[in-house]
Antibody, heavy 115, light 113 residues
Framework: EVQLQQSGPELRRPGSSVKLSCKAS????????MHWVKHRPEHGLEWIGW????????KYAQKFQSKATLTADTSSNTAYMQLSSLTSEDTATYFC????????WGQGTLVTVSS | DIVMTQSPSSLAVSAGETVTINCKSS????????????LAWYQQKPGQSPKLLIY???TRQSGVPDRFIGSGSGTDFTLTISSVQAEDLAIYYC?????????FGAGTKLELK
């Protein structure tokens, strides 16, 4: 059974960074691209980008090009997303989801940016 | 970027009613190579991850009740929920996975009348 376990909630100051994790089980992360999605209740869902854990290739939505960095560790079957230069606009829940369409989702990580 | 326009933004319904949610893409999602529409529908309840309901515009995900029906092709798509039940109250999103960035519609909130 495919499961995605994401790291716990984070509270960060503006200007700082945060690294989120998404540990997959039930399959090898090298089998599929791993996608990340941002959710803010008032803004809906936004696709951030994908990483191919097989070779580290990444693709980002333009607005997240300088904000997000996707990486993966095949030895631990875990994908990561680092968000930098945090602002209040980055306060959101972030999900990981392999393959398209997104049949499996992590439970989400709430990131709160506040001074 | 492909823009996904969803309507209505909210819908108040009574249990047992049939509802229709529309989704229009700014360009065709039909790939000529396999004649598939790269369009999915998701349901999201408060505090939960989105749940895939429909993919390829009309294929129901395993375990999804048959009252959820996806239709349409090209640029115009519809999600129909027949005989709405209380458990269906949620926000529904369409998403194109034809080309990156994989864009979502703004969502349709289904509420109780």
């Amino acid at each position: 059974e495919v499961q995605l376990q994401q790291s716990g909630p984070e509270l960060r100051r503006p200007g700082s960074s945060v690294k989120l994790s998404c540990k997959a089980s039930g399959y090898s992360i090298t089998d599929y691209l791993m996608h990340w999605v941002k959710h803010r209740p008032e803004h809906g869902l936004e696709w951030i980008g994908w990483i191919d854990p097989e070779d580290g290739e990444t693709k980002y939505a333009q607005k997240f090009q300088s904000k997000a960095t996707l990486t993966a560790d095949t030895s631990s079957n875990t994908a990561y997303m680092q968000l930098s230069s945090l602002t209040s606009e980055d306060t959101a829940t972030y999900f990981c989801a392999p393959n398209t369409p997104f049949a499996y989702w992590g439970q989400g990580t709430l990131v709160t940016v506040s001074s | 970027d492909i823009v996904m326009t969803q309507s209505p933004s909210s819908l108040a319904v009574s249990a047992g009613e049939t509802v229709t949610i529309n989704c229009k893409s700014s360009q065709s999602l039909l790939y000529s190579g396999n004649q598939k529409n790269y369009l999915a529908w998701y349901q999201q309840k408060p505090g939960q991850s989105p749940k895939l309901l429909i993919y390829w515009a009309s294929t129901r995900q395993s375990g999804v009740p048959d009252r959820f029906i996806g239709s349409g092709s090209g640029t115009d798509f519809t999600l129909t929920i027949s005989s709405v039940q209380a458990e269906d109250l949620a926000i529904y999103y369409c998403q194109q996975y034809y080309d990156t960035p994989y864009t979502f519609g703004a969502g349709t909130k289904l509420e109780l009348k």
